[in-house]
């Protein structure tokens, strides 16, 4: 909770307000010249000319306040990555291979790689060892630019393992600068030991696994991996409802592969988010529209399990579903911590805007984690939660493609990261 004042912006841009921006309001930012920005006990107090911000500081009631120089950049918010399965041990570069060689992603997960293949590593893992993992994944992500991040389970999937990798979550965001929101997604798949008992497995989830995680307060959501082949909609239903029983709100992984009705399940239990939607129907859609969930938009899984097909980002925002952005991050169909990847993703192969790639990044991101009110847009009484770009103008963020432009990140008003021109000579 710092206080600081930013000088020397050549630009700032963000989008505005703290509900989920839908259809033509999702490319509408708010764009401002040469500006400063004083935060004061870690929130945004004053925007405006350097004139303006000098007498906001020297009239507010605190101490004085550090200048820092943005170095001409331009400021946008802390970018909110609003789904990654972050506490994961063990890595899937054999399967990558062969995925690289024809191999399908479902084809491996069939014959028992893909997520199982994680799961047997996670349990082999100890909670510290999960921690220190998890550590040094939020390290990556705060280097490009992101401010607050959601984490999911499932790679446990039993009582203890779940625990395990929310302990190791909780500890690892414990001392760390970027702030992490949990979830459950203890139905990601069926474990071994219960095959081809999947309803077996969802009684487990219902009965013990969201009980006893909600009772240590591990998580603030419970997510289901809604799929053909995977958990049908009906005991989707099941799982969230458990959630719910136990304050834990939804989110779902629905329509990825095939269009099973997850976006219709989402819209039925007014889920925070639909998250991949690579094949979502039109009744889909028109569900999610209605219901005012936001579609949670994984381009990294497209790329990384080289797709042709993309979600409908741009039908989606037409029929005024709110769009966010998320890197997916896990080791199997996005190894990625960048959220600035994913925003030349969004352009480059969602067709979205920049403007719209931004409000997802940010603004819309953070309402799919409740986040609305104190994040997501650099406005006054707001948290201080700002990027400084390497660039006099927004617009090269995404015409400036594959560099790093994170010049530096701060949290709260505090710099917690800042790229060392000496020890690392760019562009
Ligand atoms: O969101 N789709 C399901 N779960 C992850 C993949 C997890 C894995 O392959 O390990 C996803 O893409
Ligand atoms: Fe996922």
Redesign the pocket.
């Known amino acids: 909770m710092s206080d600081l004042w930013i000088t020397n912006a050549a630009e700032l841009a963000t989008p505005t307000g703290s509900q989920p921006r839908a259809g033509a309001a999702q490319g509408e930012i708010e764009r401002l010249h040469d500006v400063d920005l004083l935060c004061r006990s870690g929130r945004i107090v004053a925007i405006g000319s350097p004139e303006e911000v000098a007498l906001a500081a020297r009239m507010g009631d605190g101490p004085p306040v550090d200048r820092w120089d943005a170095g001409g950049g331009t400021l946008v918010p802390g970018f909110v990555d609003p789904?990654t399965?972050l506490p994961w041990a063990g890595t899937r570069e054999a399967e990558f291979a062969q995925r690289l060689a024809g191999r399908s992603?479902r084809e491996i997960a069939a014959e028992g790689g893909?997520?199982l293949s994680?799961v047997a590593s996670t349990r082999a893992a100890t909670e510290d060892e999960l921690a220190d993992l998890t550590r040094r994944r939020l390290d990556r992500m705060l280097a490009w630019g992101t401010t607050t991040v959601e984490g999911k389970s499932?790679?446990g999937l039993s009582v203890e393992d779940e625990l395990k990798q929310l302990r190791a979550l909780a500890r690892a965001a414990d001392r760390h600068p970027v702030e992490v929101v949990p979830t459950l997604l203890a139905a990601?798949e069926t474990p071994p030991e219960y095959r081809p008992d999947t309803d077996g497995y969802v009684e487990l989830v219902c009965s013990e696994i969201v009980p006893a995680v909600a009772a240590e307060g591990l998580a603030s959501y419970c997510d289901v991996?809604c799929?053909q082949g995977v958990f049908t909609v009906e005991q989707s239903r099941r799982v969230l409802l458990a959630g719910v029983e136990h304050g834990l709100r939804p989110r779902l992984?629905a329509d990825?592969f095939v269009d099973s009705g997850g976006a219709e399940l989402a819209a039925e239990l007014g889920a925070l988010t639909a998250d991949?939607l690579m094949a979502v129907s039109d009744a889909g859609i028109d569900a999610l529209a209605a219901s005012g969930v936001i579609a949670g938009l994984?381009p990294g899984?497209s790329f990384f399990l080289k797709k042709d097909a993309y979600a409908p980002a741009r039908r989606l925002i037409e029929a005024g579903v709110p769009v966010s952005l998320a890197t997916?991050c896990?080791?199997?169909?996005?190894h990625t911590e960048s959220m600035v990847m994913i925003f030349w993703l969004a352009v480059l192969e969602l067709d979205m805007t920049i403007e719209q790639a931004l409000t997802a990044a940010t603004l819309n991101a953070a309402c799919s984690l409740e986040l609305g009110e104190t994040h997501g847009s650099l406005e006054i009484g707001k948290q201080a939660d700002v990027v400084v770009l390497e660039a006099s103008s927004f617009d090269h963020l995404a015409y400036h493609y594959g560099i790093h432009p994170v010049e530096a990140v701060i949290k709260s008003g505090a710099v917690i990261y800042e790229r060392d021109r000496s020890a690392a000579p760019h562009s």
């Open positions: 789904h399965h992603y893909g997520i994680t499932g790679y990601h991996f799929e992984h990825e991949h994984l899984t997916d896990n080791p199997g169909s996005s």
